[in-house]
């Protein structure tokens, strides 16, 4: 997909949130092998990285454009790879520590991918993962509702993003039905304070958007952007936006 680091960036306060959460779940034990997947531009996976000294950690993202400069994250035990999580579940390398932060919720069926992920965790490690819950996602249903008129509709053969992401009873079952004994799965409100829609706009363009302006071309494109604007503008009149961002935790011991 056609990630774009610098509008991904427009908010980092809010984006980096849900992550210190989730770095305050991870267990430190020394000499760790861990990987990050779907890490972005590895800022965070450096700040992981410096959280755990004496560890090995690994950083992939399918994206060369969120990857592009990876260099300025890297040090001695800390580096990054162009790969996706699918390629990466294929391989049969166990991690201490499976991370990541608002990335699995663009890989489809999470009934075969938790249970896979957990897979990838050695005996006595740990998995701690943070996706958005988009069940109630307004800005997210308002881009289904725009992709499902014409002339997008045609343009882009019916198709519209449905979201993987299941509840977190299905999360907590499934990590149960692996091996996870200890777990902490909860969601949490991360409230996104934005002056106004057109800032919203900004933040969805960063991330949920991106799938459909990567299948639409000229006009269409243009068109889907700015009618896409205009109706968060009529649908979020109030200044400041306060968008309730609702986030999952997962984390188990295995
Ligand atoms: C919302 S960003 C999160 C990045 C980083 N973890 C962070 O917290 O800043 C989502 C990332 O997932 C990556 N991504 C999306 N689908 C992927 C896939 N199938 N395999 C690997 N990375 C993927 C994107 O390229 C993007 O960098």
Redesign the pocket.
Known sequence: ?A?NPET?NKFKSE?FAP?YDLLDLVKVKPGLQVI??????G??TRKLADKLPDSQVFG????SE?LIEYEAYEKTHLSFAQ????AQMEISQQWDLVF????IQ??NNHHELIPTIVSKVRSGGQLVIQLPAQHHNISNQMLNELAAEEPFRSALNGWTRTSPVLDIEDYAQLLFEGRCRTMTVFEKIYPLVLQDANALFDWVSG?AMIPYIEKLEGDLRENFTSEYKNRLAARFTKCPVFYPFKRIILEASI
């Open positions: 997909m990630w991904y984006r992550f990050d997947l779907g890490c972005g531009t800022e965070l992939i993202d399918s994206s969120m790969r996706s999580i699918e990541s932060n608002a990335a663009w890989v991330t």
